[in-house]
Every structure is written in C-alpha cells, then in structure tokens.
C-alpha cells in the first residue's frame, strides 16, 4: 500500500492562473537567460528587485542580494494582476522558456537519504483548484527538483559574491554583474 502523499502523484492543472496571479516568482540568472531566448527583453523587463516587506521569504534563506537600497530578492516584473506572461486564456506565454520553480510548482518535494521521493504536498500558498486525475513520475518530480538545484545553487554562489563587495550597487549593476544582457540582439530598422 503506498503512502498518503502519492496521491499528489495524480495531480492534474485545471489552468485557473491563481499560481501566476499571486506568488512573486524568484528567478535565476539562468531563468532570465531561457526568457531573453524567446522574447527577446532585456534583464530589466524580466527582473525585479523585491525588499523583505514584500514577501514572506526569509532574510535567513538565500539569494537575498544588497543593493544600495537594502536587502532585495530577485523575481519576475510583475503586473498590477499578476505575471506578466499570463495570457488572458490564463495560459503562459513564455512556457516552454518558463523559470524551474513554475516547473516545479505546486510540489513541495522532500527525499530520503537515498535520494528517493518520499513525501510529496501541495503548496498552500495560493489557492489551487487542482484535480487528482492527472499523472506524474516521480522520477520527473526528482528531474525538476535536481534541476532547479543545479541553477540556484551557481546563482547563489554569484549572488554571494556580490554581496562581499566592498559596497553595494543598484538593480542594473546587479544585472550586470550576472551578465545577463542580452548577446547579438536584432536591431529594429526604420525605413
């Protein structure tokens, strides 16, 4: 008999937007990169600069970044109603390109010594009118999980780097500490 949790294995998006409505999405260097490849923005159209007061996100945890104004978290630029990649359909307009954490949302994700998946949630902080009709593996849980891990963990090592500066910068001088300025961008011809 499996355990309670596997359940959640069986979750199904019903496509509300609520996830893309709500949460201030943190986000990578390497998430900035996968977004510039298909819309072409620059940094500073993807990213913004959120202080403590707006998210419930601990000073304790990292990717916390200094700035001349004080303590920020990196995210997505969001609009007065939420993302702004979410369509009016309440589908994502960037999916394919999308950061790891909306490719990992809504699980929360726990694994035993041995690396295996062992106890699986949703994620409470919005609210998801899911249904338990879908199909998940629990190897692709662990993929996204290990994948995420692999962008955040350089991110974090970046973002520590920064922080030891002998004095802090502002959002742009961040962004381009992570050198994530757009390459070989078209130029737009007038005629």
Excluded at 44 to 53: G, H, K, L, Q, V
Excluded at 60 to 68: K, R, S
Excluded at 134 to 161: M, R, S, T
């Amino acid at each position: 008999m499996g355990q309670e949790w596997e359940k959640y294995l069986n979750f199904r998006c019903t496509c509300c937007g609520n996830c893309c409505r709500e949460p201030i999405v943190l986000i990578t260097d390497e998430d900035i990169r996968r977004i510039q490849k298909l819309t072409e923005q620059p940094a500073a159209e993807i990213a913004d600069f959120y202080a403590p007061s707006d998210i419930e996100w601990g000073l304790d945890n990292p990717g916390w970044i200094e700035l001349d104004t004080g303590w920020h978290i990196m995210a997505l630029v969001r609009k007065e109603d939420g993302c702004q990649y979410l369509g009016e359909d309440n589908l994502c307009g960037i999916y394919e390109n999308r950061p790891v954490t909306c490719r990992r949302y809504p699980f929360d994700v726990e694994f035993d010594t041995d690396g295996e998946l062992s106890l699986l949630g949703i994620n409470d902080s919005v609210e998801c009118p899911y249904e338990l009709d879908g199909k998940y593996e629990k190897q692709k849980i662990k993929a996204l999980v290990e994948w995420e891990d692999a962008e955040e963990q350089p991110y974090f090592k970046i973002v520590d780097a920064w922080n030891k500066r002998k004095k802090p910068g502002d959002a742009s001088q961040f962004l381009a500490h992570l050198d994530v300025e757009l390459k070989g961008r078209r130029e737009v011809v007038k005629s």
